[in-house]
């Protein structure tokens, strides 16, 4: 593609050099710079690449992208853009052909939820026949292919070269989680999409966002994307509306607006709830007629996501009775409330909550479908929000018999000054709370596992499908469904 071409697809400041050069490929990453390559240099949280300039033109890049134009170079072709980043999407979506105007498009964001949701709404388009694309946290995938992941969302190039290797393999379909990073670092700008679905807002990345009210407001990008003009006639938004933050999402948001609940009037209701250990079972009332629903997903929490992806689906046509057979023969998502089962007369739950909000809802379930003792095994992430620590201390002290406060993935912080941000919540809680440290993950997860007796459950919290445990800046292999089904074994040797 001729560089002047595409840079028709963003605001220019200034330009220069020879504008009518072919460009073979876009990046912001001077490393992937190949001849022929437009470098957009974009400012990062550790770098800049203002700075990489030099390097992108020595790899053979035909020209760059800037914000500062002091950083540009003679003999060069360039432009000046306000926001490389946003440029970066803009320019990767004209360079890749556009590709979300082809494909049925939806966003689903809000602190907790994405990744069950996003799962839950492609297995229904695939009951429905349609070839669907799925990009989120655990993996990305195109049909039935796998592919690896580095974000929750990728980075706008990034996203816009899978969009359209997913159009050339006919799908006609994709379903992607949306952070609320994404929508902030202007990832998803360039996608034209038809469905956004918003799960709940709660304490989450105040490492990232400035206050809550921040955090929300980025979520509402995605909303009012839908009342931006572009090729889709019909889009919808679909809100939690028992979540408080709806009524701010829905102010400007385009699309006919769906939503779903249970506490108050919604167009799609979950009436006469039952939460097992086997599942959650619930009348579906609404819009779209009623019907009972049997889970086999368990919690309440999955009720929602279930409601959520029933009103997206039917949204978009597809029949309730396709609906129920996919949601009822969904088994859930790896590290979602995972039962690791080695015979034992008691249960043991490996889940990915990480969140204040997600913890609160696992233990609540675990409380709620168990009359034995709780005991829960969780820690916080290093390098993350420092806030919500002491929140979670508290939640485990609430609603657990025992807790193992442990090490999760502590990156470069300290892990007993993690544990001890978390021994403050701890101690907040009920008086007498009982809890012990153990900052090696491996020994509380056996620590938990040894104490257990008939009809307790133990919950291990926090890295749910995680194969890998951060300590530092190196990534080594740990697995909490392969630790507790060892700590099982090692138990009745
Ligand atoms: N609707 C929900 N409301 C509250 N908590 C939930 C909900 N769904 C799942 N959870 C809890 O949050 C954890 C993470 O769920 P999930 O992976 O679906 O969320 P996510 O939004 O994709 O998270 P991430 O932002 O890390 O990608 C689950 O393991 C569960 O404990
Ligand atoms: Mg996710």
């Not at 995938?141 to 050339?168: C, F, Y």
Request: glycine letters at 10%; aromatic letters at 6%; proline letters at 3%.
């Amino acid at each position: 593609m001729i560089l002047r071409e595409l840079l028709e697809a963003v605001e220019v400041l200034s330009m220069g050099g020879d504008l009518n050069v072919a460009i073979t490929g876009i990046t912001y990453d001077s490393r992937q710079v190949q001849p022929g390559f437009l470098f957009v240099a974009v400012k990062g949280f550790k770098s800049d690449g203002h700075d990489y300039i030099q390097e992108s033109l020595a790899l053979g890049a035909a020209a760059v992208v800037v914000e500062r134009r002091e950083a540009l170079l003679p003999g060069v072709s360039w432009a000046v853009v306000p926001d490389t980043r946003r440029a970066l999407a803009l320019l990767s979506a004209r360079f890749f052909g556009n590709p979300s105007a082809g494909l049925k498009m939806i966003g689903v964001t809000g602190t907790n939820g994405k990744t069950t949701t996003t799962n839950l709404i492609a297995s229904i388009l695939n009951y429905a026949g349609l070839k669907v694309g799925l990009i989120g946290t655990i993996h990305n995938k195109i049909g039935d292919r796998i592919l690896p992941v580095k974000n929750t969302t990728p980075e706008s190039t990034d996203l816009q070269a899978l969009l359209k290797e997913m159009a050339a393999e006919g799908v006609e379909a994709c379903v992607m989680e949306v952070s609320s990073h994404a929508l902030a670092l202007h990832r998803v700008e360039g996608c034209e999409f038809d469905l956004a679905v918003f799960t709940n807002l709660s304490q989450d990345h105040l490492d990232f966002h400035r206050d809550m009210e921040e955090y929300r407001d980025v979520k509402k990008k995605l909303f009012s994307s839908l009342a931006q003009p572009g090729v889709k006639t019909q889009k919808y938004a679909v809100l939690n509306a028992d979540d408080p933050s709806s009524v701010h999402l829905i102010e400007g948001a385009g699309g006919t607006v769906f939503t779903y609940g249970i506490k108050g009037e919604a167009d799609v209701m979950a009436q006469d709830i039952r939460v097992t250990a086997r599942g959650a079972s619930f009348t579906v009332a609404g819009r779209w007629g009623r019907c009972r629903l049997d889970l086999k997903m368990t919690g309440l929490f999955n009720v929602y996501n279930a409601l959520a992806a029933y009103t997206a689906a039917a949204a978009l046509g597809v029949s309730a009775v396709v609906i129920k057979t996919a949601l009822e023969a969904a088994v859930g998502v790896p590290g979602r409330f995972e039962l690791v089962d080695a015979g034992q007369d008691f249960a043991v739950v490996v889940d990915y909550a990480h969140t204040p909000d997600g913890l609160e809802n696992i233990l609540k379930t675990a409380r709620e479908i168990n009359g034995g003792r709780l005991i829960t095994v969780f820690g916080c992430g290093g390098d993350r929000d420092r806030t919500k620590r002491p929140q979670m201390g508290a939640i485990a002290a609430r609603y657990s018999d025992f807790a193992v406060i442990t090490s999760d993935n502590p990156r470069t912080e300290e892990p007993l000054a993690i544990i001890r941000d978390i021994e403050e919540g701890m101690k907040s809680g009920p008086a007498g709370a009982k809890y012990c440290v153990e900052p090696d993950r491996r020994q509380a997860i056996q620590l938990a596992i040894g104490m257990a007796g008939t009809g307790d459950v133990v919950v291990i919290a926090g890295k749910g499908h995680e194969d890998y445990q951060i300590v530092g800046s190196q990534r080594f292999p740990f697995d909490d469904r392969l630790e507790a089904a060892a700590a099982l074994k090692k138990r009745e040797s």
